[in-house]
């Protein structure tokens, strides 16, 4: 399994794999890998011929003064269960490699935006959704 940490990097990897027609399965996670991370892991495993897993801690998903820092982190573990698993890249990001300056695009998500954490934690589905289009951009 290949650790990439810069955006840079994991977009000319994922470029070089689809010009060589390769199928890329891709897991994005925030970490701390549970069963529902393995399983999604495991069908991308079973679909595609290379798996990609991403772990980022977005901090658009957090309000002020909300639980960001507490956010549970444990790379070694979530690294070892990456690598047990199959996935054949890591990519995990620094906040300033993904978040590098003042956001250039950023998504709105207007629909259901009252439901689960965004009951609490206003803006919380549109960090998810910028982050996520983020990510998609880099390796898809």
Excluded: W
């Excluded at 054949?88 to 620094?94: A, C, G, M, N, V």
């Amino acid at each position: 399994m290949k650790v990439i940490t810069t955006a840079k990097e994991m977009n000319e990897t994922t470029q070089q794999l689809k010009v060589s027609g390769i199928t890329i399965g891709y897991v994005p996670t925030m970490g701390f890998l549970h069963e529902g991370h393995l399983s999604l892991i495991n069908k991308a495993r079973a679909d595609n011929e290379i798996v990609i897993l991403s772990i980022f801690v977005n901090p658009l998903q957090f309000g002020p003064n909300e639980d960001f820092d507490r956010y549970p982190r444990d790379i070694e573990r979530d690294e070892k269960l990456a690598k047990e698993n199959g996935v054949d890249y890591l990519f995990y990001p620094s906040q300033d490699e993904m978040y590098d300056g003042e956001a250039s695009i950023k998504v709105k998500v207007v629909n259901r935006v009252d439901v689960l954490c965004g009951k609490q934690r206003e803006g919380h589905f549109d960090g998810v959704a910028t982050v996520l289009m983020k990510l998609f951009t880099i390796i898809l």
